[in-house]
């Protein structure tokens, strides 16, 4: 909503009696009393999700700690995003942290969205979460990629909720063979979450790389 700010002008007898005096002063000069001009004012802007400040009630900012997986039975791949899975299995974890807005539509429903650019990426020639292939083998590709993730719903767990919880992951970016060679990711994921506490059903699952 856009808000104006109203400009008074001098009123009342004062400034009738000071106008007054002026005419006597400049007497036969043809001269004439210009009226105030109001001041501009400019335009409050208008905010939403993805550019309101934090500070607005509209939305609200965060991060958060981005480790992710997925698979795509097609290919045969699988993508892993958000953090070194090599030191993940030698026992030091280091993930990244993704900012997080989220804001409150009302009707007992939160929508977020993540976005994290430049996240640590492997995707790997084969599907099982494997730490003794990890460390072993090379990936099939590697590098930094961004990662758009999308929920209708971020409390769509809990037991009185009355949405039906969907949230999309999309992956892209550059990574490199072993070779030194450029290759390009497109993934992502949609599942759905359509009972309280019940299983998260996959709608599809790609991850692709082009060279």
Do not use: K
């Not at 997080?100 to 979460?129: C, H, K, M, N």
């Not at 971020?154 to 909720?161: A, E, H, P, S, Y």
């Amino acid at each position: 909503m856009s808000r104006h700010s109203a400009v008074r002008t001098p009123a009342g007898t004062a400034w009738i009696a000071i106008s007054l005096m002026a005419l006597a002063i400049v007497g036969g000069c043809d001269q004439s009393i210009t009226e105030p001009v109001p001041a501009t004012v400019e335009l409050a802007p208008s905010f939403g999700i993805t550019n309101a400040p934090a500070t607005s009630g509209i939305v609200m900012r965060d991060g958060l700690t981005v480790a992710l997986s997925w698979v795509d039975p097609n290919t045969g791949l699988r993508l892993l995003i958000g953090g070194d899975v090599v030191a993940l299995c030698e026992g030091n974890p280091n993930f990244q942290v993704a900012p997080l807005q989220y804001a409150d539509l009302g009707d007992d429903r939160i929508v977020t969205l993540i976005q994290g650019e430049d996240l640590p990426t492997s995707v790997w020639g084969f599907l099982p979460f494997d730490c003794d292939r990890y460390l072993t083998e090379d990936p099939a590709a590697a590098g930094f990629a961004d990662l758009i993730w999308t929920d209708n719903d971020f409390d769509g767990d809990r037991l009185n909720r009355i949405n039906t919880n969907v949230w999309t992951l999309t992956a892209s970016g550059t990574l490199s063979t072993p070779s030194g060679d450029a290759a390009r990711l497109s993934a992502h994921q949609t599942a759905l979450y359509p009972e309280p506490l019940g299983p998260v059903y996959v709608l599809n699952s790609v991850v692709r790389l082009t060279r």
